[in-house]
T-cell receptor, first 112, second 113 residues
Framework: DGGITQSPKYLFRKEGQNVTLSCEQNLNHDAMYWYRQDPGQGLRLIYY???????QKGDIAEGYSVSREKKESFPLTVTSAQKNPTAFYLC???????????FGQGTRLTVV | GESVGLHLPTLSVQEGDNSIINCAYSNSASDYFIWYKQESGKGPQFIIDIRSNMDKRQGQRVTVLLNKTVKHLSLQIAATQPGDSAVYFC????????????FGAGTTVTVRA
């Protein structure tokens, strides 16, 4: 089945630790995105990538980092510099930036 | 501003009735709009989209209307079913050199049996 897979579904992190969220897609999409969702709110763009080996900051990139070494993969690292990392993280992909984005099932990150 | 907003945060609908979810946007440069449905604990699902060269688009039980004059977007769901209970987001893509898909805060739809 074609799709976009995020792992893990739930993640717990101690304060001061970096953590990496995985996002893989087998849809052959060029564009990939990371969003953050807080309770009762919409989605805010963290980073996006329109092509392999290239990515741009979104609206709330501080405290996060990404890489795009392969077309299929767009991992997100939440660093210790992110002051309020507890949230629901959503990865998405699209054929290009002019068409709809398809979302994964999300990773819920909790800092303990 | 460039944000997308929804008129009402919650909507309660009787099963079998039609639902109308509204969305206002402020950026005249927006040229592509998408409606998503998000169930609890899951990622958003694509419902329907519309480009700015259209006023109306229909899917299965859903219709999206775009009024560019007043910068308003609506999603109509016919014969609402219990499975339609979810949070609905509108998103806009602003025509520019950089990709920007902006989301509103969402409308929570609850279907009453």
């Amino acid at each position: 089945d074609g799709g976009i897979t995020q792992s893990p579904k739930y993640l717990f992190r101690k304060e001061g630790q970096n953590v990496t969220l995985s996002c893989e897609q087998n849809l052959n999409h060029d564009a990939m995105y990371w969003y953050r969702q807080d309770p009762g709110q919409g989605l805010r763009l963290i980073y996006y990538s329109q092509i392999v080996n290239d990515f741009q900051k979104g609206d709330i990139a501080e405290g996060y980092s990404v890489s795009r070494e392969k077309k299929e993969s767009f991992p997100l690292t939440v660093t210790s510099a992110q002051k309020n990392p507890t949230a629901f993280y959503l990865c998405a992909s699209s054929i290009d930036d002019r068409n709809e984005a398809f979302f994964g099932q999300g990773t819920r990150l909790t800092v303990v | 501003g460039e944000s997308v907003g929804l008129h009402l945060p919650t909507l309660s609908v009787q099963e079998g009735d039609n639902s109308i979810i509204n969305c206002a946007y402020s950026n005249s440069a927006s040229d592509y709009f998408i409606w998503y449905k998000q169930e609890s604990g899951k990622g958003p699902q694509f419902i329907i989209d519309i480009r700015s060269n259209m006023d109306k688009r229909q899917g299965q039980r859903v219709t999206v209307l775009l009024n560019k004059t007043v910068k308003h977007l609506s999603l109509q769901i016919a014969a609402t079913q219990p499975g339609d209970s979810a949070v609905y987001f509108c998103a806009e893509n602003i025509r520019s050199n950089d990709y920007k898909l902006s989301f509103g805060a969402g409308t929570t739809v609850t279907v009453r049996a």
